[in-house]
């Protein structure tokens, strides 16, 4: 089984006639966005969304080429205690009535060496839209071992958000506002 190097596939990308990358889809059942909130300085909050989704277009041989737009659920917040998400859902934090979806539009895809690269894009939360970098690695891409004829490709996405760039000053600075953002996930080619 391959793995593509992203720096080995930018080179390959060069060498080739131009490639097109292709829709890939959301393999929901192997995916989550995961944040970490200091509370205080005493402890770390854990959080997920539990209900998003990501437009996905992929080439793993030109990798600059592919794009992605993730649409998450902002009343989805679950960090396992019912009466501080429901605090997060009102309008001290996520405000979710007004703006029920959180969305982030990649503008810009680099390798950046190895099995990682850089996407750049607008993050919208609260109405408010920032420039934001995520850092991706990819995991594996290779066919399924339960069926041969799909292929998977499985990233690590990683960033740091800091909340108060949205208007999200409630308990500043005593609750963190930078908050570190892991999506994990796993796609496949839509013609699969």
Known sequence: ???????????LALASAPASAEPYVLDKSHAVISFTVDHLGFSSTKG???EFDAEISFDPEAVEDSSVR????????????PARDKHIRDADFLHVEEYPEIVFVSTKITPAGGETAKIEGDLTIR????????????NKIGPSPFDPSKTIAGFDITGVIDR???GINYAAPAVGTEIPVTISLEMSPASS
């Open 1 to 11: 089984m391959r793995t593509i190097h992203f720096a080995a596939a930018t080179a």
């Open 48 to 50: 997920v969304f539990q």
């Open 70 to 81: 993730f649409v998450i659920q902002a009343a989805s917040v679950n960090t396992f205690w």
């Open 127 to 138: 109405g408010e839209t920032r420039p934001m970098v995520f850092e991706a690695t990819l």
């Open 164 to 166: 108060t760039d949205f």
